[in-house]
Nanobody, 116 residues
Framework: VQLVESGGGLVQPGGSLRLSCAAS????????MSWYRQTPGKERELVAA????????YNADSMKGRFTISRDNAKNTVYLQMNSLKPEDTAVYYC??????????WGKGTLVTVSS
């Protein structure tokens, strides 16, 4: 099983980034996919989630209207489009896969730095 995040980097405040998480080794289309983020000394927090078929999404309040989660089950990939980025969005972003019976897998993360 592998989850590989990509797309992180340095961006100026107000800018945009699109993160990708490529999955392999499990039935991607059967899993709820989520993005989390973590900064040093803080708990990992949920950013957004999307159901297995992509019909329902969830966004944390602080990111509503700025971040959009989507998935392409044909490509085994989940995305996080991040717009209007703020310095406080700086974090390591992780994707997570969760099955109906509680199996969960994590990626190793990708660093997003928002700074001028």
């Amino acid at each position: 099983v592998q989850l590989v995040e990509s797309g992180g980097g340095l961006v100026q405040p107000g800018g945009s980034l699109r993160l990708s998480c490529a999955a392999s080794g499990f039935t991607f289309s059967s899993y709820v996919m989520s993005w989390y983020r973590q900064t040093p000394g803080k708990e990992r927090e949920l950013v957004a989630a999307i159901t297995s078929a992509g019909g329902t999404t969830y966004n944390a309040d602080s990111m509503k209207g700025r971040f959009t989660i989507s998935r392409d089950n044909a490509k085994n990939t989940v995305y996080l489009q991040m717009n209007s980025l703020k310095p406080e969005d700086t974090a390591v972003y992780y994707c997570k896969a969760l099955s109906r019976d509680g199996m969960r897998y994590w990626g190793k993360g990708t660093l997003v730095t928002v700074s001028s």
